[in-house]
């Protein structure tokens, strides 16, 4: 359903630029749609810009970096947004197809994507973790803008349809932004006898002012302080939980709420909230992170069929 709404959306924005340069800057029409193309980009720099100035505000301290550093930041940003909201989440079954699950030595991992977003954010780092000898699962949680707690449903069918196609009695969780929130709910209602481990990517788990301003019932309830961040437990006894974020994360703010009590921190630096999804080193922490043994008590093992 995402996938054709923003279809819908970019072709009448990428229209409405061409009608635009063609009627009101009278250029030549074979320059239209280069024109088009621009605006798409213009129009998706400015809120990007605007969210690094309200992360200026609310962030809180961060380590320093130099210019060159954080121009390479802010860049690498705007072009995961565009990666995102206009290459691929678009045309999201053209990039990602169907999961390939099958029995193997090591826990399946299921990926678990945030706010506004679907299953096409994990392209880059599905292809990583298979590259490296992992069984990649996704999901799409919908509706986009429901209550955080209406995914636990369809989170906890797709574990099972999970190991039921590998073979294993327990698999990885991996959760970006809300995707890590969505995930501790479904620990929250359905144990975790099923799950060895949490791992979360720029995950909001005190909330985010940046929150106020998102539509929908889930942003609702990851405004720092709500009732249902307040409702929702820390890390469950026995699970291995890994928190990894950037200390210059744009959208988590202020970004102390990315800490989670209980778990094992793994801060970057440098790195925006989106462009998380696509960096070599988060690829490189998150790979090395699965490599670690599943602790005593919360580990893994194959079905017997």
Same mark, same amino acid.
């Given at each position: 359903?995402?996938?054709?709404?923003?279809?819908?959306?970019?072709?009448? $924005?990428?229209?409405?630029?061409?009608?635009?340069?063609?009627?009101?800057?009278?250029?030549?029409?074979?320059? !239209?749609?280069?024109?088009?193309?621009?605006?798409?980009?213009?129009?998706?720099?400015?809120?990007?810009?605007?969210?690094?100035?309200?992360?200026? *505000?609310?962030?809180?301290?961060?380590?320093?970096?130099?210019?060159?550093?954080?121009?390479? &930041?802010?860049?690498?940003?705007?072009?995961?947004?565009?990666?995102?909201?206009?290459?691929?989440?678009?045309? $999201?079954? &053209?990039? &990602?197809?169907?999961?390939?699950?099958?029995?193997?030595?090591?826990?399946?991992?299921?990926?678990?994507?945030?706010?506004?977003?679907?299953?096409?954010?994990?392209?880059?780092?599905? =292809? =990583?973790? $298979?590259?490296?000898?992992?069984?990649?699962?996704?999901?799409?949680?919908?509706?986009?803008?429901?209550?955080?707690?209406?995914?636990?449903?369809?989170?906890?069918?797709?574990?099972?349809?999970?190991?039921?196609?590998?073979?294993? !009695?327990?698999?990885?969780?991996?959760?970006?932004?809300?995707?890590?929130?969505?995930?501790?709910?479904?620990?929250?209602?359905?144990?975790?006898?099923?799950?060895?481990?949490?791992?979360?990517?720029?995950?909001?788990?005190?909330?985010?002012?940046?929150?106020?301003?998102?539509?929908?019932?889930?942003?609702? *309830? &990851?405004? #720092?302080?709500?009732?249902?961040? *307040? +409702?929702?437990?820390?890390?469950?006894?026995?699970?291995?939980?890994?928190?990894?974020?950037?200390?210059?994360?744009?959208?988590?703010?202020? =970004? *102390?709420?990315?800490?989670? !009590?209980?778990?094992?921190?793994? #801060?970057?630096?440098?790195?925006?909230?989106?462009?998380?999804?696509?960096?070599?080193?988060? +690829?490189?922490?998150?790979?090395?992170?699965? $490599?670690?043994?599943?602790?005593?008590?919360?580990?893994?093992?194959?079905?017997?069929?």
């Amino acid at each position: 359903m995402l996938a054709i709404v923003l279809r819908t959306l970019l072709a009448v $924005e990428l229209l409405a630029y061409a009608v635009a340069a063609l009627r009101v800057l009278e250029i030549a029409p074979v320059l !239209a749609p280069l024109c088009a193309g621009a605006g798409v980009l213009l129009v998706r720099a400015l809120p990007n810009a605007a969210i690094w100035l309200l992360a200026r *505000q609310w962030g809180g301290a961060v380590p320093p970096l130099g210019f060159l550093a954080a121009a390479r &930041m802010v860049l690498a940003e705007y072009a995961a947004f565009i990666a995102c909201f206009v290459v691929i989440l678009p045309f $999201e079954r &053209m990039w &990602m197809g169907c999961d390939r699950l099958a029995p193997g030595d090591r826990p399946p991992l299921l990926l678990v994507h945030g706010y506004g977003c679907s299953r096409g954010v994990w392209w880059w780092l599905r =292809r =990583r973790l $298979e590259a490296a000898g992992w069984s990649v699962a996704t999901l799409n949680l919908e509706p986009v803008y429901a209550s955080i707690d209406d995914y636990v449903a369809p989170l906890s069918q797709r574990i099972d349809e999970v190991l039921r196609a590998t073979g294993a !009695a327990r698999l990885i969780l991996v959760g970006h932004s809300m995707g890590g929130l969505a995930a501790r709910a479904c620990l929250r209602r359905e144990g975790c006898a099923r799950v060895a481990r949490l791992i979360t990517l720029g995950t909001p788990h005190a909330g985010s002012r940046l929150a106020r301003i998102g539509p929908g019932r889930n942003a609702r *309830q &990851m405004v #720092p302080g709500s009732a249902w961040l *307040q +409702a929702l437990d820390g890390v469950p006894p026995g699970l291995d939980c890994v928190t990894l974020y950037s200390r210059h994360d744009n959208y988590v703010l202020p =970004r *102390q709420n990315l800490a989670l !009590a209980g778990a094992t921190a793994r #801060p970057l630096d440098g790195i925006g909230h989106l462009a998380m999804l696509f960096s070599p080193a988060v +690829a490189g922490v998150l790979l090395s992170v699965l $490599e670690r043994p599943v602790p005593t008590g919360a580990g893994w093992k194959l079905r017997r069929m």
